[in-house]
């Protein structure tokens, strides 16, 4: 629909307030992440979260694996409301390596996460919540989840209530939920379907869904692998979204056994595009990352209220 005048226009922003009238570009937010390092990504979190009205942190680790030795990592944190329990909302904005020694753009995996995010945050900040919400933009994500293992280590999970995180949130309308983060986590996952429920979104619950920061914090991840931190069993939920066909054919590769019906050798899409050359922006709907935002402001509202009673 076109505004008759410009006038039409500042009334109706002027009705649905600030959040509208402060319509930010979600495909050029993404497409700002196409950079040749994660330092230079870092930057665009901090810009991005400062543009949308909050005072970002910089949390320096000292990070790094096997494979990149010693590394420092940055973290950017900031928070929402008051309140003495937390809500986190995270999700990871650094990107892989290729094997060519190139950046992959990390757009699909996971810029488009960190924008539906801080999109989320803006939505979230009119809300009357009684938890403060921390939002968490991790960075080392593809290192083996050492930002969030960090972020764990420094400020310990006395005060946290609930995780929410996003991994690749990029195209389509399907949101997608793990089941494997525990029993503790059973009240999240009732709050993702509630949602679902009342927005009549298409939703899939994976009883296998592949890792994310979620599993520090669950613990799930931690105590498979027989690692310290297996203690902490936060509730704890992973989202994403896809298309409607490709998130059920990632259903079956990762929880139909041998009758999953797929052909040999079948790999779902979105892990032909991740940590390869093919993760662009033509791959980008920024009706995606709308939809991401609106949900996650919906299920952190939801928990708040949930965890509140
Ligand atoms: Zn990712």
């Known amino acids: 629909m076109l505004f008759r005048s410009l006038a039409a226009a500042a009334a109706l922003l002027a009705v649905v307030g600030p959040a509208s009238a402060q319509e930010v570009d979600l495909r050029a937010q993404v497409a700002a992440y196409v950079q040749p390092t994660n330092e230079a990504r870092t930057r665009v979190v901090v810009d991005q979260v400062r543009a949308a009205g909050f ?18 990592g940055r973290n950017v944190v900031f928070t929402i409301g008051e309140g003495a329990r937390e809500i986190l909302l995270t999700a990871h904005y650094d990107a892989v390596v290729l094997r060519d020694g190139s950046m992959s753009q990390g757009v699909v995996d996971n810029a488009a996460s960190v924008v539906g995010v801080i999109e989320a945050a803006r939505r979230l900040r009119e809300a009357d919540l009684d938890h403060r919400v921390r939002v968490i933009l991790f960075d080392q994500e593809e290192l083996g989840l050492i930002g969030a293992r960090k972020w764990i280590e420094a400020h310990g999970l006395a005060n946290v209530a609930a995780v929410v995180n996003s991994d690749v949130a990029a195209y389509g309308d399907t949101l997608m939920y793990g089941l494997n983060n525990g029993a503790q986590s059973a009240g999240v996952t009732r709050a993702v379907r509630e949602v679902c429920a009342e927005r009549a979104m298409h939703c899939v619950g994976f009883p296998v869904y592949p890792p994310s920061d979620d599993r520090a914090f669950s613990g799930a991840g931690l105590a498979e692998a027989g690692e310290a931190g297996a203690t902490d069993r936060v509730p704890t939920v992973s989202l994403g979204f896809q298309d409607h066909v490709g998130a059920h054919q990632m259903w079956l590769a990762f929880n139909g056994g041998e009758a999953n019906g797929l052909a040999e050798g079948f790999v779902p899409q979105v892990f032909r595009l991740i940590h390869s050359a093919g993760d662009t922006m033509e791959r980008v709907d920024p009706a995606t990352v709308r939809l991401a935002a609106e949900t996650y402001a919906a299920v952190v509202a939801k928990l708040d209220d949930q965890l509140a009673r």
């Open 55 to 72: 005072e970002p942190v910089v949390e320096t680790f000292a990070g790094g694996n096997r494979q990149t030795g010693e590394m420092e």
